[in-house]
């Protein structure tokens, strides 16, 4: 029986290409692996805000997003935003342009997390953070030495992309 190949639209709801471009990234790094047998797409908004910072953002990404992917056919969907609902803002990868500045703060950031805690796991929550899982890994092996191997990262897009998968095996054959 021919294995008939399921897609996955990781949706960017934000205007920022740059955002998608980390996405693409993590796709191609997934396709080396040979972690995924999926097809999976990308997708940015045409327009609106470049980040989701609270609700007015969400509400305005939403009216240019839900109307322009009706046309765009997939098995799943997978929205790779994360919406600061308390309004507060958060600094994101993507708001530090320069590697090496992304690279020293997720260091530092990720040293005083693990310090003088007992942390298993370490989320890397929204679609500005795909792929960053490397330097995480980098500041506990830093920070705990031997002690880093008991800590997971968990990068949500990926995770998000692994439970579609898993739902698509679990579907019946398309006719």
């Given amino acids: 029986m021919k294995s008939v190949s399921r897609k996955i639209l990781l949706i960017n709801p934000n205007s920022s290409k740059s955002m998608t471009d980390g996405l693409d990234n993590l796709i191609k790094d997934l396709n080396l692996q040979g972690s995924t047998s999926t097809e999976i797409h990308t997708y940015t908004a ?11 953002d969400a509400l305005e990404s939403a009216n240019v997003v839900l109307p322009d992917i009706e046309s765009k056919l997939s098995d799943q969907y997978l929205d790779v935003a994360f919406v600061d609902s308390d309004g507060q803002g958060r600094e994101s990868a993507l708001e ?39 330097i995480v890994r980098d500041a506990l092996d830093e920070e705990l030495g031997e002690d880093s191997k008991h800590v997971h990262i968990l990068d949500g897009v990926k995770a998000g992309i692994g439970l579609l998968e898993s739902l698509l095996r679990a579907l019946p054959p398309r006719a």
Wanted: net charge neutral; proline share 6%; hydrophobic share 35%.
């Fill in 96 to 134: 530090i342009w320069d590697s090496e500045e992304v690279r020293r703060k997720m260091m530092e950031a990720t040293k005083r997390l693990v310090r003088d805690k007992d942390v298993k796991v370490i989320c890397l929550g929204c679609a500005g953070m795909a792929g960053l899982d490397k």
């Fill in 46 to 56: 045409p327009s609106g805000p470049p980040s989701i910072n609270n609700e007015d």
